[in-house]
């Protein structure tokens, strides 16, 4: 459970104090498909746009195996799923998927947080959350929709529609909609192509057709697109207005990226840290005094 005090909840239902922390999303079972494993190799493969020799040759076995099994002609065996798996970069979620397509049982678990086995998990979440204060950080799944929030994500959510804040509440759905932070965002088109080419390469390396539909449902909102090339770096900027005053962030996603456990590898922490001395005042004053409120910051020009 989350320290007394925090504005952090891991139980499904529960509401927060204020209205952007929300629970985690249901945890649903993997999703069954009536392709055979071959077929989802074969697929996984073309994703990867690998040839059979291509692939055959990361996964140290010979193209006319790798043809069988895409074909169907030969079975193969649990290790040997789970290695090509691996070689072709396949998320926990769909390899499980391919492990039942060919007969086995799933091989990572899909726990909700407020399991007891998951105690390790929230309290590395809670920490990492603290951690971050004064400055607003959130931790999001797969979906983009939001599990947990610090005390500071009210400096970015002021002035945002209820209904955008209504659990599930989705981040990227939060921050292009007419409704939510968009009409706050300076350089809106750059942001939107940054928000948009990540989805986009997303759900193109998942297969998940949920992020495809997001990503369709967002790019038809108005905003438009800056032609620049988003950025690629560590950190990306995000300028938020704030009454005759800007808030200038840089946003830092962070994954675990050794997790086994499907609900633990599918969570994010999306921070935005000061880009100057000026905002890292102006928030850290708006936090401690317990504002809900855009903190009124550093003028303009």
């Known amino acids: 459970m989350a320290r007394p005090g925090r504005r952090v909840d891991y139980l499904a239902g529960k509401r927060q104090a204020h209205p952007i922390a929300v629970s985690v999303a249901a945890v649903t079972s993997a999703s069954t498909s009536d392709r055979t494993v071959g077929e989802l190799l074969r697929g996984w493969r073309q994703r990867r746009r690998l040839s059979q020799l291509e692939l055959a040759g990361g996964a140290g076995v010979s193209a006319r195996h790798l043809s069988f099994l895409e074909t169907g002609r030969a ?29 086995f049982a799933p091989a990572y678990a899909r726990r909700g947080l407020d399991e007891p086995d998951m105690r390790t998990v929230r309290a590395a979440l809670d920490l990492v959350l603290a951690a971050y204060e004064p400055f607003p950080a959130v931790v999001v799944d797969r979906a983009w929709d939001l599990v947990a929030a ?13 209904h955008l804040l209504e659990p599930p509440a989705n981040v990227l759905r939060l921050s292009l909609h007419p409704d939510g932070m968009a009409p706050r965002i300076l350089d809106l088109p750059q942001w939107r192509r940054h928000v948009l080419h990540r989805l986009a ?23 438009g697109l800056a032609r620049t090339p988003p950025p690629n770096g560590i950190a990306v900027p995000l300028r938020v207005r704030s009454g005759d005053a800007v808030l200038s962030f840089l ?20 921070a935005f840290l000061p880009a100057d001395a000026a905002t890292g005042e102006a928030v850290r004053a708006a936090v401690c005094a317990g504002s809900e409120r855009a903190p009124a910051s550093p003028p303009t020009g």
């Open 75 to 103: 079975r193969p065996s649990r290790d040997m799923v789970l290695h090509l798996a691996e070689q072709l970069d396949v998320p926990l979620r769909e390899r499980n998927e391919l492990l039942t397509a060919a007969g």
């Open 150 to 162: 610090n005390r500071a994500v009210p400096v970015l959510t002021a002035g945002v529609a209820p």
């Open 201 to 223: 390469r997303e759900a193109d390396l998942t297969g998940d057709p949920g992020l495809g539909a997001l990503h369709r449902e967002l790019l038809a909102l108005p905003g």
């Open 251 to 270: 946003s830092t996603v962070t994954t675990f990226g050794t997790a086994v456990d499907l609900t633990a590898a599918e969570l994010s922490i999306e």
